[in-house]
């Protein structure tokens, strides 16, 4: 398997795990330092100078893993329930060990008798640690993210 099929490889296995709620697994592709961001602004380059939608280190991702756990979060009785539909990602080497990826999809959210669409595009930045593949930052710009959007129950 080359570098490329093992990235996208590495992006669909993310997204499974999060439609499976594994997510302490999914915690564990994850750098210690990364930055798992969703811009409110289109063409916002820089998350730190505009407000955004989502703007979380591991530790608040953490924080949302043990909420969700919780037997006293009503909101999730009964629990909602995801599914990524992803295309193909498009892959760019960043150097050695380093690369990005752009991946559009569509966001399917189901709780009770609403479902939630959304679509975009994300990208990843992974790094390699100790010869597996990690994500240091994760944007994900929403095709509607100027919108009045609903609340996102789960993980992009």
């Not at 993310?14 to 999914?26: G, P, Y």
Request: aromatic share 8%.
């Amino acid at each position: 398997m080359n570098e490329t099929e093992r990235v996208q490889d590495f992006v669909y296995h993310e997204a499974r795990l999060l439609d499976e709620k594994k997510f302490e697994a999914w915690l564990a592709l994850l750098t210690d330092d990364v930055l798992y961001w969703m811009p409110l602004k289109r063409d916002q380059l820089e998350e730190d100078l505009f407000n955004s939608l989502l703007y979380e280190d591991k530790l608040l991702l953490q924080v949302r893993i043990e909420r969700l756990k919780s037997p006293r979060v009503y909101s999730q009785l009964p629990p909602s329930h995801s599914q990524h539909v992803l295309q193909h990602p498009e892959v760019i080497c960043q150097g050695d060990k380093a690369y990005q990826s752009r991946t559009p999809f569509i966001y399917l959210e189901s709780h009770m008798d609403t479902q939630l669409t959304l679509g975009g595009v994300v990208h990843h930045e992974l790094v390699t640690v100790d010869g597996k593949l990690r994500i240091r930052r994760k944007r994900i710009e929403l095709l509607n993210r100027e919108s009045a959007l609903p609340s996102i129950q789960l993980f992009l």
